[in-house]
């Protein structure tokens, strides 16, 4: 079959369905379309794009053909980000490197091949990272205009969150980095607390000032609780074709999260495991991370240095792998906004440490690979199967949770998580 045609079919059909309703009415569309789950943006690039195609005459394969175009653009536009924040970062190769991250089968089967809208999201996710970057490695002083930055950066935030359900995980990450830019910049209680009110109020404004236009079922007032609420949420299955660790108990991936896994113990099921240990784990990186941020700030640092900066975005895809990795229900596509965020960090981290050595990222390299190739072996006119269906499932979770128990010890040896524990213990006492 031609590469133009190789696409997931269902997701497609989904976006051009929805984009009659958008037509017909977009303030309404929540109330119209009982399938249309994507927050406001996410409808926009899905339906309303789609819908701007139907609009021209159209018919369904040409506008996806042109819908798919539009896709791989905005996947091209996220590599020169990624070189955007390499450079400003000071990582050596630069060019190779977001040319690498590029052409790695992760970067582009489950986007713009697949034809869904996670570039989009990459896109604001890159977008944050550029921002924050920039300002913190720029020569200028950002004084003057550091309140604009701020509500800048926490519209690019909630631009991120209005995307898809999905980006919480990437959302929380940034948002955690906007609050220490925010610490190290401030420096005071009362200029702290007054940029954090400007970070809000900006934010809610660029979240919730849709749902002054949009027509909802009555009792919701915005939109993002009734798609949250409402909307399609697939954690209460063992996995929805994802390889969380839970795929290795060798039930039907399709079946209930709920059911114990020690029968009479109904606190043994993957669904409330998955989330106890996704919170634990996530929370010893966030302890190590803050951690680690906090003593630069006791050195009297007024900006995130490439370092700190490196150590957010090694952050920020250690937490994508830990959900993917533990939480139940996972889809196939959820690494998407892993790799290239890995990659970008442990490239930088490299030149600081010995710990992140060129073996682990070429581990990393062939994960990937082998990831993109099972995400690519889903579109139609394409088997490259080696293996049982179940035994892919399998080889990739073992895979993945061997990668995230090494990032998870380098991560937290480098940021010398039990040491700074003591010191703060020490520091505690009379």
């Not at 941020?293 to 150590?311: D, I, K, Y």
Request: charged fraction near 10%; proline fraction near 3%; glycine fraction near 8%.
């Amino acid at each position: 079959m031609a590469l133009p045609s190789m696409y997931f079919q269902p997701d497609l059909h989904v976006f051009w369905d929805w984009s009659e309703p958008w037509m017909a009415g977009w303030r309404a569309v929540y109330l119209t379309c009982s399938t249309c789950n994507y927050p406001m943006l996410g409808m926009f690039f899905s339906a309303g794009l789609m819908g701007l195609f139907r609009a021209a005459g159209l018919g369904f394969d040409d506008a996806v053909f042109r819908y798919r175009l539009l896709l791989a653009f905005v996947d091209g536009s996220n590599i020169l980000l990624v070189f955007w924040v390499l450079k400003r970062l000071q990582v050596r190769r630069a060019a190779f490197l977001a040319g690498l991250t590029g052409v790695l089968i992760s970067s582009w089967a489950g986007a713009a091949l697949w034809g869904q809208i996670d570039g989009f999201s990459q896109f604001f996710i890159l977008c944050c990272l550029a921002w924050i970057v920039t300002k913190n490695t720029s020569a200028r002083s950002w004084d003057r205009y550091y309140r604009l930055y701020l509500a800048a950066g926490a519209a690019l935030l909630a631009g991120l969150l209005l995307t898809k359900q999905l980006t919480i995980f990437s959302a929380a990450s940034i948002g955690l980095l906007l609050l220490a830019d925010v610490v190290f910049h401030s420096r005071a209680l009362k200029p702290f607390l007054l940029n954090v009110a400007v970070s809000l109020a900006a934010f809610g404004a660029a979240l919730l000032g849709w749902d002054l236009f949009l027509l909802l079922k009555p009792p919701y007032a915005f939109h993002l609780v009734y798609i949250w609420q409402e909307g399609i949420f697939q954690s209460g299955i063992l996995s929805g074709n994802g390889f969380n660790i839970w795929m290795l108990l060798g039930r039907d991936m399709w079946s209930s999260a709920h059911v114990p896994i020690l029968a009479g113990f109904p606190f043994t099921n993957p669904y409330l495991l998955g989330e106890l240990l996704f919170l634990a784990l996530s929370g010893l990186l966030t302890l190590s991370l803050g951690l680690f941020a906090w003593r630069r700030f006791q050195n009297g640092e007024t900006r995130l240095s490439p370092e700190v900066l490196l150590n957010f975005i090694l952050y920020l895809a250690l937490i994508n792998l830990c959900f993917n990795v533990f939480l139940s229900g996972t889809r196939e596509r959820y690494l998407y906004h892993f790799y290239p965020f890995i990659l970008i960090a442990w490239a930088g981290l490299a030149s600081y440490s010995r710990l992140f050595s060129a073996r682990m990222r070429l581990a990393l390299i062939l994960g990937s690979t082998f990831y993109g190739l099972f995400v690519l072996q889903i579109l139609n006119g394409v088997e490259i199967r080696i293996l049982p269906v179940s035994a892919t499932h399998m080889l990739l979770s073992v895979i993945h949770l061997a990668l995230f128990a090494g990032l998870f010890s380098v991560s937290l040896r480098y940021q010398e998580l039990a040491p700074n524990i003591r010191r703060l213990f020490k520091a505690g006492r009379p």
